[in-house]
Structure formats: structure tokens, C-alpha cells
């Protein structure tokens, strides 16, 4: 835990996000892989889970970074 306290804001918003949401996409897509066809249930996680989380990762990482920029714009502004 004390490593990824240690990374980049913007680091720690994509894999916080890009984690949660590769659970939360792979439990989805097992649902419906066993209502539409129960033998390719695990290739529905897959798919579903990758998806979901490399879309939050990005999405993590744009949203750190604005955060990032937007602290050290006040902090500059402080510093005058």
C-alpha cells in the first residue's frame, strides 16, 4: 500500500479507477455470459472486464491530471 501512496495523482486515479471497474465489468460480464451462452461464459469476463477497465483507466488518468494541473495552479497563485 505505501508504494502506490508514493505514485502520481493522476497514477493512482487511473489504476484505482481502471481496477474498480475491471471487477465490477468482469462480474457483469459473467452474468450475461451465462444467460447467453453458459460454455464462453469466462471469454464474457474477459471482454467485458478489459473494456471496462481500460476505458476507467483513461478516464482515471485524464481526471488526475486535470486535478494535478488545477493544485498547482492554486498553489502558484498562493506563491505570489
Known amino acids: 500500500m505505501a508504494g ?3 505514485l502520481p495523482l493522476w497514477l493512482r486515479c487511473a489504476f484505482g479507477a481502471g ?6 465489468g468482469g462480474v457483469v460480464g459473467f452474468v450475461i455470459g451465462l444467460h447467453v451462452h ?17 476505458g476507467a483507466l483513461l478516464v482515471g ?7 494535478e494541473v488545477v493544485r498547482w495552479t492554486w498553489a502558484s497563485r498562493r506563491a505570489h
Open 38 to 54: 453458459p460454455a464462453t461464459a469466462w471469454f464474457a469476463v474477459i471482454e467485458a472486464g478489459l473494456l471496462a477497465g481500460i
Open 19 to 24: 481496477s474498480v471497474a475491471a471487477f465490477i
Open 4 to 6: 502506490f501512496l508514493e
Open 61 to 67: 488518468a485524464l481526471v488526475g491530471g486535470v486535478v
